[in-house]
């Protein structure tokens, strides 16, 4: 054997392991296999979870979008500057005598679709300053979780895991004719989007789209007028090529389901 051949694919392979070791979807928690880990919890709104629409995820009405109430917001240390905006956690209250029995259903699993902005200025009660692990549930969620919501705070355990969805991954328009943009939602799975490429029909090539915030992702092309397929990649890895999901008659403001989905995860 010739070693220069041995070295030098050794070389490749180390050089692909650390090209893989730094994209952010090898370093994202294999979804469902890390254990519990500490936080807290609180909400944020009432019990008509108005005020969690419209978040730091770039989501508009949870429920048409199929999040429903089941979500929350996450502190920076969680949100990650918006990578962690479709991740689903599992929450269970702990060490407060304030909590439903697990048994009872004391047991929530969430969607993050908004942020909890860390305030330093705040001199107590900070609690989604980093590096603190925080959810602000819904108030219905937070509900599920304790006998009396007027506790505020509780202990929680939490781990990720898949989401679970119903129906196909969607994709809402925005931008105008000089730019694509496009908010992609009720992703099932790893549920969290680390990469999306579009291909217009008639241009014919995939095209890198940047995240611009949440999960709203942005391209620096003229695309009205054309079919668009979008290349999906979520937080483990996986991705689906969503093939003419957008008619060429598309506008800023519409959705499109497409009929397929991250399971098996
Ligand atoms: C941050 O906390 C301070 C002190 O509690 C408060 O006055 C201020 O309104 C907060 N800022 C934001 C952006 O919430
Ligand atoms: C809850 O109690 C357990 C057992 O005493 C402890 O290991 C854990 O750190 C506590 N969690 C919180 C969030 O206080």
């Known amino acids: 054997m010739d070693p220069s051949i041995s070295c030098c694919f050794a070389a490749a392979t180390t050089v692909a392991l650390l090209l893989l070791i730094a994209s952010p979807a090898a370093t994202a928690d294999p979804v469902g296999a890390g254990g519990w880990e500490d936080a807290h919890a609180t909400f944020y709104g009432d019990e008509t979870g108005a005020e969690t629409m419209q978040g730091a995820c770039g989501y508009g009405n949870l429920f048409e979008q199929g999040y429903g109430l089941a979500t929350t917001a996450l502190s920076s240390a969680l949100f990650n500057d918006g990578w962690s905006c479709g991740a689903c956690y599992e929450l269970q209250c702990q060490n407060s005598t304030y909590c439903k029995p697990i048994g009872g259903g004391a047991s929530v699993t969430v969607t993050a679709t908004n ?44 781990r990720r895991v898949p989401c679970v969805k119903s129906g196909g991954v969607r994709f809402e328009m925005m931008g105008n004719e000089w730019w694509v943009a496009v908010l992609v939602y009720n992703v099932a799975g790893a549920g969290e989007v680390r990469a999306v490429a579009v291909k217009g029909d008639r241009d014919g090539w995939w095209m890198d789209m940047h995240r611009n915030w949440g999960q709203i992702w942005d391209g620096d092309a003229r695309l009205i007028g054309q079919g668009l397929s979008f290349r999906v990649t979520t937080g483990d890895g996986r991705a689906i090529v969503f093939d003419d999901v957008v008619p060429p008659t598309w506008t800023a403001g519409q959705s499109f389901k497409s009929n397929q989905q991250f399971v098996g995860v």
């Open 115 to 158: 942020a909890c902005p860390a305030n330093y200025s705040k001199p107590n009660e900070n609690w989604c300053n980093p590096p603190q692990r925080h959810f602000d549930l819904s108030k219905p969620m937070f509900m599920d979780l304790v006998t009396d919501f007027h506790v505020g705070i509780i202990p929680v355990k939490y």
